[in-house]
């Protein structure tokens, strides 16, 4: 084992070395040019991590492409087609998240639901497949991350293989891969554009959901995956929430206060959607989700302009309250 010359910097406080995490592996002749870089002949990634705190758990990593802090469970790191580098997330369960290493912000991962159902095989490689892997097109990557919005909207308002070429690039399985993209997005624009309701305080009448459809909207929550067991994720009526948005800066101090699991999808509509339409589902739950969404929509607490976010830092107040437009909740 030769770590000569590996980028070290030292670990933030309170992190310490992870040996489950962690190898150092000959390289073969297929993977000298690995994605993850190599160090002396050598495949290599020295990991520590933090102690565990709600929905992350801060880590350092030392690779051959050099050493990075993150505040999420980092497991390797792999050169960005076109420059650049990209952290991956292990979690375990749940697939691969992968985070810009400049900045820390996730790039792309989130859910594993598409429209068509079908799961990218990227969230369930182990790390030893990333050496495996190359760029298609390492011009067109970076066209596409670089995308602006009068581009956007071309490819939006012609959806055509001629234009993917002209403004994006000529690789064919990227040119189909992109039209697919384009045409989800489409569907889901016109969806959200006739489905938007203004705030209103008219909360929708309860309803019961089963448990198959449940099980589906489980699914579509940020970072849980195709599970066997059956969750609950109710109750299904709005609470406090249609009459709160109506009365910004108000305090609910005459309705109970009681969060549910799927709060967390307000203002992600197009992920409910993009789980409902898995051609596997349950017909009689898509009709249950698809009534709950419209009625949601039809309160204001979908579709409205108001988003969900949890913050991991230790709340200032333990009471209800509004500041600078956002209503906070302890928890």
Known sequence: MDLTGLPTSPPPAGQEFSLWHSTVIPAQSQTRDSLCGTLNGQHVRIVFRGPYLPGRQPSHIWTPLGSFSSQYGIMGAIRRPGGGVWLIEDRPYRGRYFYDSDTDHQAFGSTRHSAEGQASYIYDLPLSAFHQLR?????????????????????????????????????????????????????????????????????????????????????????????????????????????????????????????????????????????????????????????????????????????????????????????????????
């Open 135 to 331: 760029p298609r097109d390492e011009g067109m990557s970076v066209r596409l991350r670089n995308v602006s919005y009068e581009q956007a909207a071309m490819l939006l308002a012609s959806p055509m293989a001629e234009v993917v070429k002209q403004e994006i690039g000529a690789d064919p399985v990227l040119g189909v891969a992109i039209l697919q993209v384009i045409a989800e997005v489409q569907k889901l624009s016109c969806w959200l554009v006739t489905a938007h309701n203004p705030v209103q305080n008219n909360p929708p009448a309860p309803r019961q959901v089963s448990d198959a459809a449940s099980k589906v909207l489980w699914q579509a929550k940020p970072g849980h995956r195709v599970n066997k067991q059956k969750r609950r994720i109710g109750p299904w009526d709005g609470g406090p929430l249609p009459w709160l948005f109506a009365h910004p800066g108000e305090i609910p101090s005459h309705k109970e206060w009681v969060s549910h699991a799927w709060y967390e999808l307000i203002g992600r509509e197009k992920v409910i959607v993009a789980a409902i339409s898995t051609p596997s589902n349950d017909p009689g739950a898509v009709i249950e989700l698809c009534e709950w969404l419209l009625d949601m929509a039809a309160s204001g607490v979908f579709a409205s302009g108001w988003h969900y976010h949890q913050l991991d830092d230790e709340p200032e107040s333990e009471t209800l309250e509004w500041r600078q437009g956002t209503f906070g909740v302890p928890y």
